[in-house]
């Protein structure tokens, strides 16, 4: 079971390398040669059969996954789950959905012709979690949603595959704090995130979280190829709670400030 858990991470990370390129420069710059153990993967879709949330989650609890909590996010209007796995050293995933109906009917319109394209015996695939747009958009289009939903434009563009790895800097060597990876990343050219401050989190809510802004690459739309935000690499840290165990939850205010690293500027 460990072996087809790990074959599916490592087929997510190809995937996702090949979105952010900047990825693998984060290994060489925090990793120095050592192994980066992933802290969670992160993944969007919207709240409609056969693309929701719990269609998405079936391909992880079909590998020893376990639920654990429930988000939502009021100003996003989404509502999201985490789901965990008993080998702490694998990654934790987090799935979040967007809940069309609280949006306008030309969203909503929008949404359900793509939807209406994706097969349902695709959704339960094995290579579901990284097949990508099951549609095509026009570049208006794909700036109408943005107007409404930076996250319904993001998921136009780039579909199903993983919106974020998380390196756990736990497991990070030679960091002993979240300000350290920071500034490690910065002076090596990178950007951060800023929404809310660097550092989102604290040790008081027992996890401290930080990610660049999105790579932007060329997507090819229904009409004309234009480079847009990808995807981005999250950083966290995590503390013990009472019980000497560390958190393995997410907190909500923090994750919704890491939702705008994909951002357009």
Excluded at 46 to 54: G, T, W, Y
Aim: glycine residues 6%.
């Amino acid at each position: 079971m460990s072996q087809q858990v790990e074959q599916l991470f490592e087929r997510l990370w190809q995937d996702y390398i090949s979105r952010t390129p900047s990825a693998p420069k984060v290994h060489d710059v925090l990793g120095k040669g050592h192994d980066i153990v992933n802290d969670h993967v992160a993944f969007r879709t919207f709240d409609i059969a056969p693309v929701r949330l719990e269609a998405l989650a079936e391909h992880f609890l079909a590998l020893g996954y376990k639920e654990g909590g429930d988000y939502h996010f009021e100003a996003k209007k989404l509502r999201a789950k985490h789901f965990e796995h008993d080998d702490p050293t694998l990654p934790k995933v987090f799935i979040s959905e967007l809940m069309t109906e609280e949006f306008s009917d030309s969203l909503q319109q929008k949404v359900k012709a793509m939807v209406a394209q994706v097969d349902a015996a695709a959704v339960k695939a094995d290579n579901f979690l990284y097949s990508g747009t099951h549609w095509q958009v026009s570049h208006a289009d794909y700036l109408e949603l943005l107007e409404e939903s930076e996250y319904a434009a993001w998921m136009a563009a780039f579909g199903f595959c993983a919106n974020h790895f998380t390196v756990s800097v736990n497991y990070l060597p030679g960091f002993d704090s979240l300000e350290q990876v920071n500034e490690t990343l910065k002076q090596s050219g990178f950007t951060l995130n800023t929404s809310g401050g660097e550092i989102k989190g604290s040790p008081e809510v027992y996890l401290e979280q930080s990610s660049t802004m999105a790579n932007r690459v060329p997507v090819e739309f229904a009409d004309q190829t234009v480079e847009i935000p990808s995807c981005f690499y999250e950083f966290a840290k995590r503390y013990e709670t009472a019980d000497g165990k560390l958190y393995s939850g997410f907190v909500a205010a923090s994750a919704d400030k890491i939702f705008e690293s994909t951002n357009v500027a």
